[in-house]
């Protein structure tokens, strides 16, 4: 059989948790949390079930989530959505962003993305038959350059996709970022899907410069968010995306008959805990906390560093420890020091080695220590 993906090698986060695991080292490579979710959302996820919540859940979601939901984005992003019609509970961002795409992109359509970038947008786009047009962001402050964006634009051109704050680099989009944004995705009739994963990540006073706030940009913009990444639960994959009308009527055609609709008992017990706002109003601060930690523990390291400015990503740039390339690099600190990290050119056009790895602080502080007494070492 002819494969329909025939670029597809097995992920970085499959093949360096594995490694992790035969290696017993500490892993900080793949995105998740190594403590525990609020034990006050898993009762109220229990319960759930318990009241008998465990049928089909509405095909767009459970409406208490949804109206939640809206309310939230109303009083963060000042922004108007109808949880009737804009929004879909969904299998986390993964399938949000999927069904976005295989909701609009069709053969010979050009999506643009910026690399390195998280690593579902292209086999997604090629799925469906689009192309491809990846920018490469400029290491070490991986700021987009939109004169860069106009350049690639051709009438093929039907969707952007962008990341802020970034995954893996940890670089967040300024608020004129998102209005050139608005403008050229306004000028040239483009869809947008805004990963906002890590909305409520973000540091140094920062403040999040949701899709939402713009009010052209919103109109023509999936924003995809993961309750995952919020609530320290990522293996619950739950998440959602949130758009106008227009799209989100598209979007809920390809997801009818993709999963109908996701786990109830978590969307009742998620609309219960989001009422509460004082989890993710603080979650900037509690991961800031840990990345100074970390940051505080390698100062002295031989790594050079741009302190991450938003997600729970950080990364390391070893060309002054080693000329070898990222991955032989991350293979051999697992192996021999016992530490997983992911290396960043699997991102990257045409897999750009920049000498950077990337690790993930959403860990413990024994955890922490542990990791940077080895970093300290090399
Ligand atoms: C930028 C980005 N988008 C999307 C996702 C996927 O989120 P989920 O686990 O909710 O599917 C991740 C997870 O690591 C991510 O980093």
């Known amino acids: 059989m002819k494969t329909k993906l025939p670029q597809i090698p097995t992920s970085i986060f499959t093949i360096m948790s594995a490694m992790a695991v035969k290696h017993d080292a500490i892993n900080l490579s793949q995105g998740f949390p190594d403590f525990k979710s609020d034990p006050k959302l898993s009762a109220l996820v229990a319960k759930s079930m318990t009241d008998g919540y465990n049928q089909y859940a509405p095909m767009a979601g459970d409406i208490k989530l949804r109206e939640v939901i809206c309310d939230k984005v109303q009083r963060l992003y000042d922004a108007n959505y109808n949880a009737a019609t804009d929004i879909v509970i969904t299998a986390g961002a993964t399938q949000a962003i999927f069904t976005a795409i295989a909701a609009t992109i069709s053969k010979g359509d050009e999506v643009i993305i910026f690399t390195p970038a998280y690593d579902c947008y292209a086999p997604t786009i090629h799925l469906f038959g689009g192309n491809v047009i990846e920018l490469q962001l400029a290491s070490p402050h991986y700021t987009p350059d939109w004169d860069e964006v106009k350049k690639v634009i051709t009438s093929k051109t039907k969707m952007i996709i962008v990341n802020s704050p970034h995954n893996p680099s940890g670089m967040v989009f300024s608020e004129d970022d998102m209005l050139q944004l608005q403008h050229i995705s306004e000028a040239n009739d483009l869809i947008v899907i805004s990963d906002e994963v890590y909305e409520h990540i973000i540091f140094d006073g920062e403040i999040h410069q949701s899709a939402a706030r713009f009010l052209t940009l919103a109109k023509r913009t999936f924003i995809v968010a993961s309750f995952g990444k919020t609530f320290h639960n990522t293996g619950w994959k739950m998440g959602y995306c949130i758009g106008p009308e227009s799209l989100m009527k598209e979007f809920k055609k390809v997801h009818q008959y993709n999963v109908f609709s996701v786990n109830h008992p978590f969307q009742k017990g998620l609309a219960e805990y989001l009422q509460d706002e004082n989890h993710y109003l603080h979650l900037g601060a509690f991961y800031q906390q840990k990345r100074d930690l970390f940051l505080d ?79 300290k070492s090399l």
Do not use: H, W
């Not at 390339?325 to 192996?335: G, I, P, Q, Y």
């Not at 860990?363 to 970093?375: D, G, P, Q, V, Y």
């Open 297 to 375: 523990l390698i100062k002295d390291s031989r790594f050079k560093i741009i302190p991450s400015k938003g997600t729970y990503f950080q990364l390391l740039d070893f060309s002054e420890i080693s000329n070898e390339s990222d991955m032989v690099f991350a293979e051999r600190l697992t192996k021999q020091n016992k530490l997983a990290t992911i290396p960043i050119s699997v991102f990257n056009k045409n897999k750009m080695d920049e000498k950077q790895i990337r690790v993930c602080f959403a860990k413990r502080e024994e955890t922490l220590k542990a990791a940077a007494a080895i970093l």
